[in-house]
């Protein structure tokens, strides 16, 4: 934290809130740093919300909900197509501001602005999507039928590694079934969400249903405390996934919280390790590592299989295409800050003391021209052991830890026996295997020979374990119930002269 510094140093861009269609500046006296991670240099001051600040926000909310909530659904729908329409426009951009921000590079950023905006496409068939139940004379002249109404202002708490995507997942899904959104995105990298709702007041949509505050834990705590939040959608690290749903709910609130990750590949040896070793290479070291859907364990069926796709792997991991983040045809960036890459390397020389084997060390990667940015080489450790500390936690970076075991079985049970469960993959010509695998592993999202199961918008976004709380999963139906509470409505209507009769049904 800090105080701002644009006065000073035209490099760091000040930055604001966006609350009520206009940017609002902090009056809180607190900043947080924003740093370029290719550059090793700060480029930005957030301010840090204070708890009236948050209650502001959430007034100008909850003034511009009901109007937003009684539009009706296909005006929301058009609207919601002209963001797409804008948010294609703006792709470049966009994926430009979280590329100088977070680090990925700029065309893996381009594909996470693409699967924000597949969920605001899915967004537009809430005319269909939303529509209630209907049961006709389930009596004499009475019908039932439901409907699915807005919660009221929610909240939306975003991670750092996808500044695009999760507001969009959200906010997407939030503001299509009427609910007025208060948004407080990771202050590491905030410049894209505030892009974003800009964006979504050219396509149309009223000022004070997309705000965006910038903030810490005390804005966090602002949002999980005020009775006038109906619920919380959360992503980010399990410790604070766990907090945000035990505080939201013990306050009455609807919510869901995604955590962290810890993502096995099982490869049997009857797998193309070609395919593997080129899956790997990307769901392994692409945005180096930072990706809750990485896979950070493959698991090898048989040392014959691991010493294969080890040759495989070594090469190309030394050989990665390493650079600043904005520059095109690159694999890896540099991590996000320099704390999160000292805590990576960490983890890398506890995977050593622990008696894994480190077959290639990213730690000594430097690039000529950056050496303040935070890069880290790709880290390859073999001989992996289920109770290591290092294969127990998730890493967030750009390491790759390999397993070996005897059978397909003791493989799927290292995958449902570890506390995360987000994602899993198996890559195999056994299509029983593969069945089997996917039937019955204690993972929210499996792959089968393919690396990173994302599920499409028309789908959604899950992990069981530690790595979700809450009932609903992200986007796609689920995100429309997750955004919509159900009211059932019982009527009688009977022609004039028929009696109504209220006793209790009886058997005839
Ligand atoms: P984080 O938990 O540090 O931060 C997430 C959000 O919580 C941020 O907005 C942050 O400001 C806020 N926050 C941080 N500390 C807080 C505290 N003490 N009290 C209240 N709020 C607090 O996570 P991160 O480092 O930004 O993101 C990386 C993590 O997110 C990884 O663990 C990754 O696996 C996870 N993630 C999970 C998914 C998923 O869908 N399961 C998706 C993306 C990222």
């Known amino acids: ?22 940017h609002v500046a902090g009056t809180s006296g607190r900043f947080g740093d924003v740093f370029n991670p290719s550059l090793g240099r700060k480029s930005g001051a957030a301010p840090l919300a204070s708890k009236s600040e948050i209650e502001n926000a959430i007034s100008v909310a909850e003034q511009a909900f009901p109007a937003w909530g009684a539009t009706s659904v296909l005006q929301r729908s058009r609207i919601m197509a002209r963001y797409v329409q804008l948010l294609y426009q703006h792709q470049e951009e966009l994926a430009e501001l979280v590329s100088k921000e977070h680090g ?16 605001c496409e899915f967004a537009c068939a809430a005319p269909h999507a939303q529509k209630g139940e209907f049961s006709d004379n389930v009596a004499r002249g009475i019908d039932i039928y439901s409907m699915r109404k807005p919660l009221g202002v929610v909240a939306g708490i975003t991670p750092f590694n996808f500044p695009a995507m999760i507001p969009l997942w959200m906010a997407g899904m ?71 749903y035990a505080t939201a709910t013990a306050n009455g609130k609807r919510c869901q919280a995604m955590g962290g990750a810890k993502n096995h590949m099982l490869i049997l040896p009857d797998a193309d390790l070609d395919d593997v070793a080129n899956a790997l290479m990307g769901a392994a070291y692409g945005s180096a590592g930072e990706r809750c859907m990485a896979i950070s364990v493959g698991v090898c069926v048989g040392d014959e299989v691991a010493d294969r796709l080890i040759d495989k792997l070594k090469p190309r991991v030394e050989a990665l295409r390493i650079g600043p983040s904005l520059d095109r045809g690159l694999e890896m960036g540099p991590l996000v800050t320099k704390e999160h890459r000292e805590k990576v390397m960490n983890y890398i020389q506890m995977a050593a003391d622990e008696g894994s084997r480190l077959v290639v060390d990213g730690r000594d990667f430097v690039l000529d021209g950056h050496e303040e940015g935070y890069f880290l080489g790709g880290s390859l450790v073999d001989d992996v052991k289920p109770d290591m500390q290092s294969y127990q936690e998730e890493i967030f970076g750009p390491v790759l830890q390999i397993m070996r075991v005897g059978s397909f079985e003791e493989g799927a049970a290292l995958a449902t026996d570890h506390p995360y469960g987000n994602g899993t993959s198996i890559f195999t010509r056994n299509g029983a295997a593969a069945r089997t695998f996917a039937d019955k592993v204690e993972v929210g999202m499996v792959g089968i020979n393919v690396p990173i199961p994302v599920p499409l918008a028309f789908h959604s976004f899950g992990g069981w374990k530690n790595s979700a709380f809450g009932d609903h999963n992200q986007y796609g139906m689920e995100g429309l119930r997750f955004y919509t509470r159900v009211k059932t409505v019982t009527s009688r209507w009977l022609d004039d002269g028929v009696d109504a009769e209220f006793t209790m049904p009886v058997l005839k």
């Open 174 to 244: 939030a503001l299509i079934t009427g609910n007025a959104v208060v948004m407080k995105p990771s202050e590491k990298d905030p410049t894209c969400p505030l892009r974003l709702a800009e964006l979504f007041i050219e396509a149309g949509g009223p000022p004070g249903v997309f705000n965006i505050v910038n903030g810490d834990k005390e804005a966090v705590d602002t949002l999980l405390e005020d009775p006038r939040i109906k619920a919380v959608s959360f992503v980010g690290s399990t410790p604070i996934a766990k907090y945000v």
């Open 104 to 119: 990925k590079v700029f065309e893996d950023a381009m594909g996470e602005v693409l699967r924000g905006i597949e969920v």
């Open 1 to 22: 934290m800090s105080q701002p510094a644009a006065a000073v140093n035209p490099e760091v861009t000040q930055l604001t809130h966006f609350v009520g269609g206009e």
